[in-house]
């Protein structure tokens, strides 16, 4: 059954080395290279987007790349989701250029 009030945010949503049709759902110049679910929690948190422990699943398969595990955390519905995953991105990529 579907959940209405959450929202999947896959980790392959920021990988810039996927093109669009196999799951990047932003801009080459928002995305970073290997994404790490770490890095996903950590800009979510920064945010204060809802997330908790149990809404992480690092384990999980992107269904457009079964092949390699991806993961995923789900957050309650606030915004759109392309509003939060473009967020998550530029709060990557600072997060990046903080360490560097």
């Given amino acids: 059954m579907k959940?209405?009030?959450?929202?999947?945010?896959w980790l392959d949503y920021f990988n810039k080395n996927l093109p669009r049709k196999k799951g990047r759902k932003v801009g080459k110049n928002i995305s970073v290279y290997d994404p790490t679910m770490q890095e996903l929690?950590?800009?979510?948190?920064?945010?204060?987007?809802?997330?908790?422990?149990?809404?992480?699943?690092n384990q999980?398969?992107?269904?457009?790349?079964?092949?390699v595990k991806s993961g995923y955390i789900m957050i309650s519905k606030k915004e759109k989701k392309s509003t939060v995953v473009n967020q998550i991105a530029k709060k990557m990529i600072e997060t990046r250029q903080q360490k560097h």
């Fill in 3 to 9: 959940d209405y009030d959450h929202q999947i945010i």
């Fill in 41 to 57: 929690i950590d800009a979510s948190k920064t945010l204060e987007l809802d997330l908790s422990e149990e809404n992480i699943n």
């Fill in 60 to 67: 999980a398969r992107y269904p457009r790349r079964s092949f």
